[in-house]
Each structure stands twice: as structure tokens, then as C-alpha cells.
């Protein structure tokens, strides 16, 4: 057993950090895990400044420059840092009884399946900056270990979803919507051998980019979906986007900005730039729906009505929401995780916490049936102040 692991048990108060492929800022959560039971105690919400949010998006992008990355890396690791700090000072509990730091960071390029047969992922946040502000040990870089162990790095949020959601008795679905949108199918009463998830597709990555580049840059988003409720699905659009083969492949499976991200959307635009703003919208919902319940419909094959728990920022989106009642009419019904106990923006953070829970109490934290990886591996990187 490695020496850090020796005659230690972490027990108590531990920090979530994580920001997705949407690049608004950083959910953070205060977590308690005494007794080995979990418990948000605070959470909060720091966002990125405007000129970060597009640097991001840039080195993002193939031409993105090392130079650039190489700023960010730390540029963000502060940032991560300084709202950690903020989270408990919210909280009202001093960093000192913190006893550790989980961080996603901020992903910059995942390429499970990628040239030559190797599969990658970087993210970026540099844990180092983070434990120099906090005074914790700091658990990041969790993706990796997973590839290396031949898995796609993601999705990790299966196993969370497992602590919080899973039920004896109701099949359940969870589904978390960011800029890409991921599930995890719950059936009633089975262990965490049985549980699997897998990415769907884009969510709110394209419909941000829609909202942005109708308002020519006066918004970021369409808040609560409010323009997509006006508009009406495009059927030429709606049977373009399905067709991506993506939706098609067998799980496992990840994805990200590398499928769904800017080259994919001027693709829509220079095919279907005259649809209507809130047509587009529209369509674009009725996709992130339409391929999330489809997919677990095709490959999950659950035998009665599920209970359908949507989480992440797009659960606050009313479009896409109606898009995917309709969808479940009669094989499930919608519920926000707000009614189970934790808000639809806290529960990735929460992930990361309990992942660096589990790696520093010597457990694995990925899970082979859904990453595709061939075995349990201990996830992370640990950085000590």
C-alpha cells in the first residue's frame, strides 16, 4: 500500500471543485462524510470572468497554443483555489478543517478514441496553485488512470450517482445535463456491479453556442429556455442532427467539444443558418432529448415506467424538459434531483469530493462497465501544500 495511504483514514469535511465543457465558472461543494454518509453542507458558485470563458474555449480548439494552456493551467488553478476559499467562508467553517480537495479542473480536450489508437484527455487547473492557496492535499486529474487502464475516462459521475439516487424499489434514470449530456441507469435494487451510464450527446454546448451567436454575442444562453419555448422543431434539422452516428454506437462511451463542439455547429449553421433563432433552439432540445431517452431506451431496455432525474444546468432549461416529458409519455416521469436532496448545479461538484474520498481512502473510483476500462483503478493525482 502506497505511503499515504498508510494509518490514514479520511473521514470528515471534503471540498468538490468542477467546472464542464459549458466553461461558465466553477460549482463548488462542501461536503461532510461523516459515518461514511454524505452530506452537502454548503455550496457555491464562482464564475468565470468573460475573457477567461473565451480563452478557454480557444485553447480548446486544435489551434489552441501551448503557451496559452500553459497560462490558463495555472490562471485557473488559482481561480479553483480562491472559490474553495469562498465556498467556506459561505459556509462559515475555516479551511483549516478541510481535510482534503477534489478537483475536476477544466477540461480542455478529451479524445477517447483518438488517432492511432490512443485515447487521451488533458485538463487543466493546476492542483498545486489550489493547495498553495488552501492548505489541503488536493486529489485532481482523475480521467487519467482510468485510460490507462483502457477505459474512455469518463463518465465518472455513475458511480455518485449510485450513493445518492439509487433505490430498492424504483427503476431510475439520471441524467445530467451540461454542455454534454450524460445518464446513468439505476435498476431497482442492484448493486454497484450493476449499475451503467455513458455520454448521450451535447446538451447545453450547442444550444449555448445557438444563444450566442443569434444575439451576436449579447447572450451566452437562453435563460430558463425561454426562446426555445417559442419556437417549434425544424423537422429537416431534427432528422439531420439524429442521424449522427454517435447516437448510434453501443456504449461505452464518452464524448465532448471534440464531436459537438464548434466545427459541428458552423456545420448546422452553413446547412440550416435560416432557421428561425427559436426554431433552431427548439430543435436543438428536442435532439439533447430525443438521443438521451432513445439511447436508454435502446440499450438500458428498463421493463416499466422510470423515474427520470435531471440534473445539471439544463435542468433549469423549460424547453428542453418538455422535450423529454414528451418523449417519456407513458415509460417515465420527470423529477428534479432538488426533490431527492440535491440541486441539479451541486452534484458534480459533490462527485469530485467523493471521488477524492475514495482515493484517498485507498478505493477505486471508476467503474469498468461503464468507462469500458478492463479493471478498478484508484483515480487521481495528489498534490500536498
Known amino acids: 500500500m502506497p505511503w499515504y495511504f498508510k494509518g490514514m483514514t479520511i473521514s470528515r469535511f471534503g471540498i468538490g471543485l468542477m467546472s464542464g465543457t459549458s466553461g461558465d465558472g466553477i460549482d463548488g461543494a462542501l461536503v461532510d462524510f461523516a459515518d461514511g454518509k454524505v452530506r452537502v453542507v454548503t455550496t457555491h458558485f464562482h464564475p468565470y470572468p468573460a475573457k477567461l470563458r ?22 485557473i488553478g488559482k481561480l479553483f483555489g480562491k472559490a474553495a476559499a469562498a465556498l467556506c467562508k459561505k459556509a462559515k467553517i475555516p479551511l483549516t478543517q478541510v481535510e482534503f480537495i477534489g478537483s475536476h479542473g477544466q477540461t480542455i480536450r478529451h479524445q477517447p478514441n483518438g488517432k492511432n489508437g490512443i485515447s487521451s ?3 487543466i487547473g493546476e492542483a498545486a496553485e489550489i493547495a498553495a492557496i488552501t492548505g489541503c492535499w488536493v486529489v485532481s486529474d482523475f480521467r487519467p488512470a482510468d485510460i490507462a487502464a483502457g477505459g474512455c475516462g469518463a463518465p465518472l459521475a455513475p458511480l455518485a450517482h449510485y450513493v445518492l439516487f439509487s433505490d430498492k424499489n424504483e427503476e431510475r434514470v439520471v441524467h445530467n445535463m451540461g ?9 431497482a435494487g442492484v448493486g454497484i456491479e450493476g449499475v451503467t451510464g455513458f455520454d448521450t450527446g451535447p446538451a447545453n454546448m450547442l444550444l449555448d453556442m445557438a444563444a450566442t451567436h443569434f444575439s451576436k454575442g449579447k447572450r451566452s444562453y437562453d435563460k430558463n429556455g425561454d426562446i426555445a419555448l417559442k419556437g417549434a422543431v425544424d ?3 431534427y432528422v439531420h442532427c439524429m442521424a449522427h452516428p454517435f447516437f448510434k454506437r453501443k456504449p461505452p462511451k464518452s464524448t465532448g467539444r471534440e464531436i459537438f463542439g464548434p466545427a459541428y455547429f458552423n456545420g448546422l449553421l452553413n446547412i440550416f443558418g435560416a432557421v428561425k433563432e427559436a426554431d433552431f433552439l427548439r430543435t436543438l432540445a428536442a435532439v439533447a ?36 416529458r414528451a418523449r417519456l409519455a407513458g415509460r417515465g416521469f420527470v423529477t428534479m434531483s432538488a426533490e431527492l436532496g440535491y440541486g441539479e448545479k451541486d452534484i458534480e461538484a459533490v462527485l469530485m469530493a467523493a471521488l477524492a474520498y475514495r482515493t484517498l481512502n485507498g478505493m477505486h473510483g471508476n467503474l469498468p462497465k461503464v468507462t469500458g476500462a478492463k479493471r478498478t483503478a484508484i483515480l487521481g493525482k495528489i498534490s500536498i501544500p
Open 54 to 75: 473565451e480563452e478557454v474555449f480557444l485553447a480548446s480548439r486544435t489551434d489552441g497554443s501551448a503557451e496559452l494552456i500553459c497560462r490558463l493551467n495555472v490562471e
Open 235 to 237: 423537422k429537416k434539422m
Open 289 to 324: 432529448a430525443s438521443s438521451a431517452v432513445n439511447q436508454v431506451f435502446a440499450f438500458c431496455k428498463p421493463k416499466r415506467a422510470v423515474r427520470w432525474i435531471v440534473c445539471g444546468g439544463g435542468a433549469f432549461n423549460h424547453a428542453l424538459l418538455d422535450e423529454i
Open 179 to 187: 454542455g454534454i449530456s450524460n445518464i446513468t441507469w439505476l435498476r
Open 121 to 123: 484527455t488533458l485538463q
